[in-house]
């Protein structure tokens, strides 16, 4: 199988050089600047286990010199990932499957559901050109539950965890993602074949909905959000809203917000991604990850007064530190 990563930062680089290290598919990495250099002089360079992992590493800026692959992991930030849509059509051949490790709410993720008329969600897919690049029958969706970060350039230090869960996009069970499973699994990642993606998908949005925004906002780790009761109770407040809005577009979620409370205050003094990107100062995902629960609710005519402020703020904090784009 001919495996290429877009984006081989973190979770990227991590997914890149498991799948190299195995040696049970063709990887290559369509990268720039100092990541491509890097995998061009060093391959693919993974930390683990106290451990320094390498893999000789075939990487281009030119999507036409890697020519049609049979599965294309896209891993950039959201912000990113329209500029990525518009180049990555050499990657992709008649059968090409388009698998995105990433936060949030996807782009397709209400294409062929009631009431949505497969109008793009212009949060995530503004004028719908990722839409029109990538169909969704391409796709392959994934939900990472995988703890990584990119200390320089072309090197991933692996935190903890290896769950994948993977579904066809439209729900159902397939060969070809079953095909795809396995070979994650044998790259070493635990995988689950879901028949519910979407379902899975609003899950871990749900939990990482508040955690991400008001870290960033505040610079505080996880274990100090939840230490703080009325930080804690807005917490609450939104999640409660998102399940809402979950129930209604057949994501319901079957957990309370305390029972997630318990689980997230066992990370400890955990730095959420967001605000991993606040402190680089990078570009925060905060459409995918908030403003478009924003406007599922909106079009489904749910109000969500608590989700609303916590964009306002976040969003405000964004553009102050010039993290996120100002308003057109």
């Known amino acids: ?17 498991k799948l190299a290290l195995a040696k049970q ?3 290559s990495a369509l990268a720039r600047n100092s990541t491509l250099h890097s995998l061009r002089e060093r391959g693919w360079q ?3 286990n106290g451990q320094l992992l390498q893999a000789p590493a075939v990487a281009s800026d030119d999507a036409a010199a890697l020519g049609p692959q049979d599965l294309v992991v896209i891993a950039v930030k959201g912000p990113a990932l329209t500029a990525a849509a518009r180049g990555m059509a050499p990657l992709l051949g008649p ?3 388009v698998l995105p490790a990433m936060n949030g709410v996807p782009w397709w993720f209400c294409q062929g559901q009631p009431g949505f008329d497969d109008a793009p969600l212009q949060t995530v897919d503004p004028g719908g050109e990722i839409s029109a690049a990538i ?14 970060s990119s200390p320089q350039p072309g090197l991933v230090q692996h935190g903890f965890g290896q769950g ?6 439209a729900g159902g069970r397939s060969a070809e993602v079953h095909a795809v499973a396995d070979l994650f699994t044998g790259a070493g990642f635990e995988v689950t074949h879901s028949d519910n993606i979407r379902r899975d998908i609003w899950f871990k949005l749900w939990g990482n909905l508040t955690m991400n925004p008001v870290s960033a906002i505040t610079g505080a780790t996880v274990d100090r959000v939840l230490g703080d009761p009325l930080v804690r109770a807005f917490c609450t407040a939104a999640m409660t809203e998102a399940a809402e809005v979950g129930a209604r577009i057949g994501c319901p979620v079957d957990q309370s917000p305390e029972d997630r409370h318990a689980i997230t205050t066992k990370l400890g ?9 606040v402190e680089a ?13 924003r406007e599922i609710a909106q079009r489904v005519g749910l109000v969500t007064p608590n989700i609303d402020a916590l964009l306002g703020l976040a969003r405000l904090f964004a553009r102050v530190h010039d993290l996120y784009p100002e308003a057109d």
């Open 281 to 293: 100062g990078r570009p925060i995902e905060l459409d995918g990850i908030v403003g478009a629960v």
């Open 25 to 27: 598919a063709q990887v």
């Open 1 to 17: 199988m001919k495996v290429c990563i877009i984006g081989a930062g973190s979770i990227g680089g991590l997914i890149g050089a």
């Open 46 to 48: 993974l930390r683990q």
């Open 95 to 97: 059968k090409t499957r």
């Open 269 to 277: 003094a955990f730095k959420t991604s967001m605000l991993q990107d």
């Open 135 to 148: 169909a969704r029958g391409r796709v392959i969706g994934c939900v990472v539950h995988i703890a990584a």
């Open 164 to 169: 994948l869960i993977i579904g066809e996009a």
